[in-house]
């Protein structure tokens, strides 16, 4: 760059931060902090409901993706709390390790691995899934998340909840189901999906309010409403958020869970921890790359600092008893639609989090679960809704099916290895794709023309045998290698063993361009001696 280039990028960089340029980020980050709130605020409670853990969980979590991992990021724009994406993870490694707290020992570790991914650069290899298989992925975390919070969503009474049965429940062979629950869930869900609409995006009201934040105001407003006016019908707490209140020091550290450190050499625990840890970075590297794309600016930010980042919020949430997070791609389109410029919006939704904790807990417990059920019912329905399989569909079977068995691997397994089938399949169709072009066998006549269309390795030696079986005898074959920069050993052997039992069968063989293996040697180490001198 030029002298003056310098000097103006310079006088650019002292013009967006004078104090005016600041004052202006700073009442768009308020603005914009206070939206993603908003919004946040009732899936935090959401996805902790969801998981079968204490409110607290998913509120500490979000507190710490705004305090802590956004001060650590790269990203402007991004905003890091409890993914839905993780409920599956979550609610399987509690029942299968027997505990909250050596559950919280897993997170430490998978936040530690995490930091381990971006000492290693390993931000990068998150391209190399294939993009059927994450939509498979998420596809089938939708399905999970529909599929678990229905039963909340309709206000199921069995068993032991029985005793809370009243006047506003109705029986059904699963279970009596609250009508009140019912009715929010079944609103609440025509609101989400009528509040992303484009005729309703031209109400002033549904652009200022966030559609979580309307199904929310709606359960309390429900929720005082039946309180006050018909006692019968009102939702038995049961059936609300139950946040502690933290009115007192002695009440904080109640709230708080510890990880069991006396799990930490447990292999199973190990292996959750594996598996929050690559689902969890995948999360947010997709995140981070959506966020770039709509961020009007442009600006990028790196991988492998976003992943030690997240890695550190991990670790500080599981001592504080929270729920692991990742970059959300929810709150993070929030927040760049609401205006956000820097990273300091994503601090004030953390420290207003942090406020609603202490300030907000009455409000708060007026929350039905049905309305947080509805939320998560939502998201699931945007993360496997049919116009993704119909649009999978026709991008062609080597898309759709690694895209199905990873939907099928997860739902009948776990997440980490549903991915694994995932690209397992992919990586089968591709080899599949690649190796039946390797060679083509052209005839006219009794003249055959094999042609080396690419680099020939063992794995298409099939293949190879296939195309010689149909030479037939007393014909003239010409093989053209000219393509080929490297042939493995075992296709020569076998091209040579065609040559040799020629004659017997009256078969003339020509070989046009074909490589010597010292001349592909030193063509194959011509790039690695480019790279050299460069």
């Given at each position: 760059m030029s002298p003056g280039g310098v000097a103006q990028l310079d006088l650019v960089d002292t013009m967006n931060n004078s104090p005016v340029t600041r004052l202006s980020n700073l009442r768009s980050d308020v603005f914009a902090g206070i939206v993603v709130f908003l919004v946040a605020l009732p899936l935090c409670l959401g996805i902790a409901t969801a998981a079968g853990v204490e409110p607290f969980a998913g509120l500490s979590s979000g507190i710490v993706g705004g305090l802590v991992v956004a001060l650590l990021s790269g990203s402007h724009l991004s905003v890091s709390g409890p993914a839905a994406g993780l409920v599956v993870i979550v609610v399987s490694a509690i029942a299968s390790l027997g505990s909250f707290s050596a559950f919280l020992s897993a997170v430490l570790i998978a936040g530690a691995l995490q930091i381990g991914f971006g000492l290693l650069r390993a931000g990068r290899l998150a391209s190399f899934v294939p993009v059927a298989v994450i939509k498979g992925m998420l596809a089938s975390i939708g399905i999970i998340l529909i599929v678990k919070q229905l039963p909340l969503g309709l206000g199921l009474v069995s068993g032991a909840d029985a005793q809370v049965a009243h006047a506003g429940t109705l029986p059904t062979p699963f279970g009596d189901v609250t009508i009140v629950s019912v009715l929010l869930v079944v609103v609440s869900l025509a609101m989400l999906f009528f509040w992303e609409t484009p005729r309703a995006k031209r109400y002033a009201l549904v652009r200022m309010v966030p559609g979580p934040l309307a199904a929310v105001a709606l359960g309390i407003g429900v929720t005082l409403a039946l309180d006050v006016l018909a006692p019968a019908l009102a939702l038995p707490t049961e059936h609300r958020v139950a946040l502690a209140s933290l009115d007192s020091f002695a009440a904080l550290t109640g709230a708080l869970s510890m990880p069991d450190f006396t799990q930490l050499a447990d292999g199973h625990v190990w292996r959750v921890a594996l598996t929050l840890a690559i689902v969890a970075s995948l999360e947010t590297l997709l995140s981070l790359e959506a966020v770039e794309q709509i961020d009007p600016k442009r600006r990028r930010a790196s991988p492998d600092r976003e992943l030690k980042a997240q890695g550190v919020g991990n670790m500080v949430a599981a001592v504080l008893g929270g729920l692991p997070l990742t970059a959300v791609i929810v709150r993070s389109s929030a927040n760049v639609n609401a205006g956000a410029q820097t990273r300091m919006s994503a601090v004030i939704h953390g420290a207003l989090l942090l406020v609603s904790v202490f300030a907000l807990t009455a409000v708060l417990n007026l929350i039905p679960l049905?309305?947080?059920?509805?939320?998560?019912?939502?998201?699931?329905?945007?993360?496997?809704?049919?116009?993704?399989?119909?649009?999978?569909?026709?991008?062609?079977?080597?898309?759709?099916?690694?895209?199905?068995?990873?939907?099928?691997?997860?739902?009948?397994?776990?997440?980490?290895?549903?991915?694994?089938?995932?690209?397992?399949?992919?990586?089968?169709?591709?080899?599949?794709?690649?190796?039946?072009?390797?060679?083509?066998?052209?005839?006219?006549?009794?003249?055959?023309?094999?042609?080396?269309?690419?680099?020939?390795?063992?794995?298409?030696?099939?293949?190879?045998?296939?195309?010689?079986?149909?030479?037939?005898?007393?014909?003239?074959?010409?093989?053209?290698?000219?393509?080929?920069?490297?042939?493995?050993?075992?296709?020569?052997?076998?091209?040579?063993?065609?040559?040799?039992?020629?004659?017997?069968?009256?078969?003339?063989?020509?070989?046009?361009?074909?490589?010597?293996?010292a001349a592909q040697e030193g063509r194959a180490l011509l790039p690695s001696l480019r790279a050299t001198a460069g």
């Open positions: 049905a309305c947080l059920a509805a939320i998560l019912i939502h998201t699931g329905y945007k993360l496997a809704k049919p116009a993704l399989f119909a649009a999978m569909a026709r991008e062609g079977v080597d898309r759709f099916v690694p895209f199905a068995a990873t939907i099928v691997g997860v739902l009948a397994t776990d997440l980490l290895i549903g991915i694994g089938i995932g690209i397992a399949t992919s990586a089968l169709l591709a080899m599949r794709a690649n190796l039946s072009r390797t060679f083509t066998l052209t005839c006219h006549d009794d003249h055959y023309l094999l042609v080396l269309r690419k680099d020939a390795t063992f794995l298409s030696k099939p293949m190879l045998s296939h195309c010689l079986e149909q030479i037939p005898d007393r014909a003239t074959v010409l093989i053209d290698a000219e393509r080929a920069d490297f042939i493995d050993r075992d296709i020569r052997e076998t091209l040579d063993a065609f040559v040799s039992e020629a004659p017997q069968r009256q078969i003339s063989v020509e070989r046009m361009r074909w490589p010597e293996p």
